[in-house]
């Protein structure tokens, strides 16, 4: 039934995991095993699950797509001021 509801929410507008954790009252991680099961499903009906990757507001490096958490820290600059991934579905 969640994967139902997120797969809804994710077709409306694109989401941090952090959004959707507060959405279904849950913790991110949990949030990050449903997202990957959700990209395998959506595969066998055609769709796809988007992902904006996180990105360093200092010097502006763009992590991988495979990232769907927050990294710590920036590889480059080793700054922490790094903006969440998005994730959307996209028909």
């Known amino acids: 039934m969640f994967r139902k509801e997120l797969a809804r929410w994710l077709r409306q ?3 941090t995991l952090s959004e959707l954790a507060q959405l279904c009252e849950c913790k991110p991680r949990d949030v990050e095993d449903d997202l990957r099961h959700l990209e395998r499903s959506l595969a066998r009906e055609g769709l796809k699950l988007q992902v904006e990757p996180a ?9 991988s797509r495979d990232k769907l958490r927050k ?7 080793r700054h922490t001021w ?10």
């Open 55 to 63: 990105r360093c507001r200092h010097c502006g490096f763009v992590f």
């Open 13 to 15: 507008r694109p989401y």
């Open 82 to 91: 790094i903006e969440e991934p998005r994730v959307w579905i996209e028909d």
């Open 71 to 77: 990294p710590g820290k920036c590889p480059k600059c």
